[in-house]
């Protein structure tokens, strides 16, 4: 579920250069599957539990990069995204202002995002999320037991239903959203909403 606006977060820091150095190419901007894995290394050891969502959580699904990516979109516990800021922060990653308390999306000077989407486990163990609208979009509880690899290192993603379903509202699908989803229809046999499906996708 694409959707980020409103008040950033106050707890993450808001200077930065590089993941591993400054950089001024913004527009050639990468997120290696190098870079993902480092940053998985470094939420788990700050005890930051994070699953895979976006286009390197269907590339870790299907256990192949698929396509460049220039960022990288998590799922995290709200209550954890006041660490997942700081341990960031010693990568010189800095909240792009426009975010909201759930929502938001931390950066470099090379350009490189961390789209981070926070939630909160209800009683039947579903994500919930709170929009900018205020409205709660829900994550089913089967979503969070997906299991993929990134260079066949072991990494937790949303399921392949879960990605459907967070693809098919919210925002106008581009062509390399229809592309993926069309690689988890091919892979795992997930029913697709029409408007994923390539014949009805964006040229954007």
């Given at each position: 579920m694409k959707v980020?606006?409103?008040d950033f977060i106050s707890q993450c820091p808001q200077v930065g250069c590089g993941l591993t150095g400054g950089g001024t190419q913004r527009e050639m901007a990468e997120m290696?599957?190098?870079a993902v894995i480092e940053l998985l290394h470094l939420f788990?050891?700050?005890g930051v539990e994070v699953w895979l969502d976006g286009g390197w959580g269907v590339d870790a699904l299907l256990e192949v990069q698929t396509r460049p990516h220039k960022d990288v979109d998590i799922v995290v516990r709200l209550s954890d995204a006041s660490r997942l800021c700081e341990v960031l922060s010693s990568r010189a990653f800095s909240v792009r202002p426009g975010g909201t308390r759930s929502s938001f999306v931390l950066e470099n000077l090379s350009g490189l995002e961390i789209d981070v989407h926070a939630i909160t486990f209800d009683e039947s163990g579903n994500g919930v999320y709170r929009m900018q609208s205020g409205v709660d979009w829900i994550y089913p509880a089967a979503g969070f037991v997906g299991k993929g690899s990134i260079s066949g290192v072991p990494v937790r993603c949303l399921s392949p239903e879960a990605q459907v379903l967070g693809h098919?509202?919210?925002?106008?699908?581009?062509?390399k959203d229809v592309s993926d989803m069309e690689n988890l229809r091919s892979r795992f046999g997930v029913e697709l909403p029409p408007h994923l499906r390539r014949s009805k996708c964006s040229q954007n």
């Open positions: 980020r606006a409103g290696t599957s190098t788990e050891s700050a098919a509202e919210g925002y106008f699908p581009t062509a």
